[in-house]
């Protein structure tokens, strides 16, 4: 959410302010987080080349473009992405496009990664409760999601976005867009890029997101879920 502009408008400028010698500044604050398993984890749903890919290639891109967007903006290095993505409104027009796009990719993909190399099945405890409560149980869930990632013009995410009492809500989003923009904080989401499915599925996106629930590790979205309501889930 954005600060008030009359109280903080002298800590913005300094902010935001460029320094004498960009080229002393370190390469970047923001790193890769390695796969938490193996690439072919999640075969046969996911291939180990796609998985490789995305997450060697694509995601490292985010980050290396985020890095070099904020190299001459050395304050901004002390925002966590989840911060930066909030606060896009007060950066400089120069780079706003470039961190919305890059942080936005950067944040979704660490928390991909984060969910999936599991097994499936269904949710338990708590999170099932707020399933069937708010998206009307779990098979109706996935059609919805289902639906929803399959309705996304070009790139996207299809996301379920959690708020601090545990309500959940499903939100697609265009491109590397994260709910995080809005102050929501996401439970999950699947990345409907191609570059997430064409190597196996090509062209056939509900099958890929038909398959993708075999991969999931609920215990992982059930922490997602524990930490949301607790007020610790950054991204």
């Given at each position: 959410?954005?600060?008030?502009?009359?109280?903080?408008?002298?800590?913005?400028?300094?902010?935001?302010?460029?320094?004498?010698?960009?080229?002393?500044?370190?390469?970047?604050?923001?790193?890769?987080?390695?796969?938490?398993?193996?690439?072919?984890?999640?075969?046969?749903?996911?291939?180990?080349?796609t998985m490789t890919i995305h997450h060697d290639r694509h995601h490292a891109a985010?980050?290396?473009?985020?890095?070099?967007?904020?190299?001459?903006?050395?304050?901004?290095?002390?925002?966590?992405?989840?911060?930066?993505?909030?606060?896009?409104?007060?950066?400089?027009d120069t780079i706003r496009t470039v961190v919305r796009n890059n942080a936005g990719g950067h944040v979704n993909h660490s928390m991909f990664w984060q969910i999936m190399g599991g097994k499936g099945g269904a949710p338990g405890g708590a999170l099932a409760a707020a399933i069937e409560r708010d998206l009307g149980g779990l098979e109706a869930f996935k059609g919805a999601f289902n639906r929803a990632g399959a309705g996304v013009f070009g790139s996207g995410w299809v996301f379920v976005t959690v708020t601090k009492e545990g309500k959940l809500a499903l939100a697609p989003r265009p491109n590397q867009d994260s709910p995080l923009l809005d102050g929501a904080r996401v439970l999950m989401g699947n990345d409907v890029w191609e570059h997430a499915y064409y190597l196996k599925y090509q062209n056939r996106r509900p099958d890929y997101l038909a398959a993708w629930w075999n991969v999931l590790d609920w215990a992982k979205i059930a922490a997602r879920y524990e930490q949301a309501m607790a007020g610790t889930l950054a991204i």
């Amino acid at each position: 959410m954005l600060p008030r502009r009359i109280l903080l408008l002298s800590a913005t400028a300094t902010l935001f302010a460029r320094p004498r010698d960009a080229a002393a500044q370190a390469a970047g604050p923001y790193a890769l987080p390695p796969l938490p398993y193996a690439p072919e984890a999640n075969e046969p749903h996911i291939d180990a080349q796609t998985m490789t890919i995305h997450h060697d290639r694509h995601h490292a891109a985010y980050v290396a473009n985020l890095n070099n967007a904020i190299k001459d903006y050395p304050q901004l290095a002390t925002l966590a992405p989840d911060a930066l993505l909030g606060r896009l409104p007060e950066l400089p027009d120069t780079i706003r496009t470039v961190v919305r796009n890059n942080a936005g990719g950067h944040v979704n993909h660490s928390m991909f990664w984060q969910i999936m190399g599991g097994k499936g099945g269904a949710p338990g405890g708590a999170l099932a409760a707020a399933i069937e409560r708010d998206l009307g149980g779990l098979e109706a869930f996935k059609g919805a999601f289902n639906r929803a990632g399959a309705g996304v013009f070009g790139s996207g995410w299809v996301f379920v976005t959690v708020t601090k009492e545990g309500k959940l809500a499903l939100a697609p989003r265009p491109n590397q867009d994260s709910p995080l923009l809005d102050g929501a904080r996401v439970l999950m989401g699947n990345d409907v890029w191609e570059h997430a499915y064409y190597l196996k599925y090509q062209n056939r996106r509900p099958d890929y997101l038909a398959a993708w629930w075999n991969v999931l590790d609920w215990a992982k979205i059930a922490a997602r879920y524990e930490q949301a309501m607790a007020g610790t889930l950054a991204i």
